[in-house]
Every structure is written in C-alpha cells, then in structure tokens.
C-alpha cells in the first residue's frame, strides 16, 4: 500500500538533508561488525549503502517502488557492496518477510506519513523488538 505524498523529491535536494555517515554513526550502527540491517523504504538508497559500507553483516532494503529498488541493486553493485539485498516490497501491508528479531539495526526515513505509521513500528521485525532493548 503506498502512503500518501509516498513520491520522493529530487535525489540532489534530497541529499541535501543529510549526512548519511554522521546520522549512522548518530543512530549507532556497529562499525566492521556481521549485524544485520533492515531499512524501511531504501529510496535511492542514501543510507542503505553507507550501511552497507559500515557492516559486514546484510543490509536488506525494501521499497515499494522497483525503480528504486532496481536503482539501489546497481548502486551496490557499482560500489562492490555483496551485502546488499534490495527487495520489492510492500512492507506495510505485508511486513518485511525476514524473522523476527534477525535483524541488529533498523533504518527508516520519511516514512511516517503513511496512513497508519504505528503499524509500521508495531512490525515484530522491526522497530519494536529493537525498542525493548533501549527502554
């Protein structure tokens, strides 16, 4: 299910906002570690592949857009990142397909626009398995 206002901006403007390496070391993603990553909603794939750059671990990236999904399979492959796995996926609908509690680090970004976002955070895999440890 695609949220409202789901398009994304410009990539130029939309690299602007961030500082994808200080925002992950922010968000405490461990450094030259196997952990595993999820990524809700990859885009054009600004964080995933930092992710992807910090970790030996797998960084699986939905989105439900194949053209982002297919422009961040070549993006990985460009850089010689193998431990990107970027899917086709509508998440919110169906959940991320991965079991719960496999995954070390969760990402998301401008996401919480969609129609129902505590569904979303409430996703075993996700965000509220990773919410217990830091409570």
């Not at 500082?19 to 992950?24: E, G, I, K």
């Not at 010689?80 to 970027?86: C, D, I, K, S």
């Amino acid at each position: 299910m695609k949220g409202r206002e789901s398009g994304m901006p410009d990539e130029a403007y939309w690299a602007s906002f961030f500082d994808p390496q200080a925002v992950l070391e922010r968000l405490r993603l461990p450094q030259n570690s196997r952990c595993k990553a999820l990524e809700f909603g990859c885009g054009y794939g600004t964080f995933t592949l930092p992710a992807a750059s910090c970790t030996q671990g797998t960084v699986t990236a939905l989105d439900i857009e194949p053209d982002m999904v297919s422009l961040v399979q070549q993006r990985a492959k460009d850089a010689g990142l193998a431990n990107v796995r970027a899917e086709v996926r509508d998440f919110v609908e169906y959940g991320t397909g991965v079991p719960d509690g496999s995954q070390g680090h969760v990402m998301a970004f401008n996401l919480l626009h969609i129609k129902d976002p505590q569904a979303l955070l409430r996703e075993p895999t996700g965000f509220s398995s990773l919410a217990a440890r830091y409570r």
